[in-house]
């Protein structure tokens, strides 16, 4: 074990040392079921302390590299996704005990001044048709964030807009063809399946279990693409843990087939660190991601993008480059305002804090319901 932390660099010592545990782990270095050095140790072994080790090892808890055993530590659970069955239950409704962010509406103040902003900046622009795949600006911005947030590095010539993830679902449709048969989370949000069918594609419902799709079901399917909601898909609340993604990858890479990866909502996740994207551990060949802004900013905001992997970027170019861009060119703009003034990221932080406090005020109220209990039983 020699790990080095850089106290020069502007990221954290937390998550430095969860990204080279991470490393680690998915390298195999730390196997299935082995038990990770200890908080003290490690603390003394890396110069932090005790409390930044123990963050580190709270985001591998969060995203299901590892799990904690009272007193005896930290072992792992990764796996790596060979798709050898595993025990593993179904469940029809599985809702993780995690606050929504319904009601953390994006500040209209601020909204309104982003306006005039971009009234004033870009004058008569704002009535010129946009290129096809959505305005530079939008793009570049998107870019830029999603690298800061999100760990996906990708130029903004990958990144498409459209009129929201239903619009995009149907040009994903047209890109990759109606011959394949689509593989999706059962139960997931009804609409999904209604737009596959509405497009002709013919479904394949894949149950899912606490950790996400079950394995046998991905055995099963003869299907050649996987649409998942890695986290919090809905209605269940299962969020795919960080072996189960792997399987996804791995299915996808044998099979030759892609996965189209719903990120919906994945801003507001509760943990200190964003959750990994299926697109930031395989960016090249086998995942579109898809996201919006309806949550994030507004229901009226029916703006979405899609990050097209390399092999289907110049494809999509001459199949479908002749569709013109479904977002009007102000709202275009205006959202580029938000993300690059920093308006954005300080209300998806804000509502995030808003969510942890929310969290951790239910799991008291628990713990004191729980305690009563006992005491009577007692």
Same mark, same amino acid.
């Given at each position: 074990m020699n790990y080095v932390i850089d106290t020069n660099s502007k990221k954290p010592a937390y998550i430095q040392l969860y990204e080279i545990l991470r490393r680690e782990i998915t390298a195999e270095v730390y196997r299935h079921g082995e038990r990770l050095p200890s908080k003290r140790l490690l603390?003394?072994?890396?110069?932090?302390?005790v409390i930044t080790v123990e963050h580190a090892y709270e985001i591998l808890c969060d995203e299901g590299y590892v799990e904690s055993r009272e007193r005896r530590g930290y072992f792992v659970t990764y796996k790596k996704g060979d798709l050898t069955p595993v025990a593993e239950?179904?469940?029809?409704?599985?809702?993780?005990?995690?606050?929504?962010a319904d009601g953390e509406g994006f500040p209209f103040s601020v909204f309104s001044k982003a306006m005039r902003s971009v009234i004033t900046k870009y004058g008569e622009r704002i009535l010129v048709k946009s290129e096809s795949r959505g305005c530079a600006e939008l793009r570049g911005a998107i870019s830029e964030y999603l690298a800061r947030a999100k760990g996906i590095t990708v130029t903004p010539d990958r990144i498409v807009i459209g009129s929201g993830a239903e619009y995009l679902y149907g040009l994903i449709v047209q890109l990759i063809g109606k011959d394949s048969t689509y593989a999706i989370e059962n139960p997931s949000y009804e609409k999904i399946f209604s737009i596959y069918r509405a497009n002709g594609v013919k479904c394949d #419902?894949?149950? +899912?279990?606490?950790n996400g799709i079950l394995?046998?079901?991905?055995? *099963? @399917?003869?299907?050649?693409?996987?649409?998942?909601?890695?986290?919090?898909?809905?209605?269940?609340?299962?969020?795919?843990?960080?072996?189960?993604?792997?399987?996804?990858i791995e299915w996808a890479k044998k099979r030759n087939g892609y996965i189209i990866e719903d990120d919906f909502n994945s801003e507001f996740t509760v943990s200190s660190k964003n959750e990994d994207t299926l697109f930031s551990l395989e960016p090249q060949e086998r995942v579109i991601y898809v996201n919006t802004f309806t949550k994030t900013v507004a229901p009226s905001m029916r703006i979405g993008y899609m990050v097209l992997p390399l092999g289907l970027n110049d494809f999509f170019s001459k199949k479908l480059g002749f569709y013109s861009c479904t977002v009007?060119?102000?709202?275009?703009?205006? #959202?580029?305002? +938000?993300?690059?003034?920093?308006?954005?990221?300080?209300?998806?932080? *804000? @509502?995030?804090?808003?969510?942890?406090?929310?969290?951790?005020?239910?799991?008291?109220?628990?713990?004191?319901?729980?305690k009563e209990i006992r005491k009577k039983n007692y």
């Open positions: 603390a003394d072994e890396t110069g932090v302390s239950r179904a469940s029809e409704r599985i809702i993780n005990d995690i606050p929504s #419902l894949l149950t +899912l279990s606490k394995t046998s079901e991905l055995e *099963r @399917t003869s299907a050649g693409v996987l649409h998942v909601t890695p986290y919090r898909s809905f209605p269940s609340g299962v969020t795919a843990s960080a072996s189960k993604r792997s399987e996804y009007p060119t102000f709202e275009q703009y205006l #959202l580029a305002e +938000l993300i690059e003034n920093g308006d954005f990221e300080r209300h998806i932080n *804000r @509502t995030r804090r808003h969510l942890r406090q929310s969290l951790k005020a239910h799991l008291k109220q628990n713990e004191s319901k729980s």
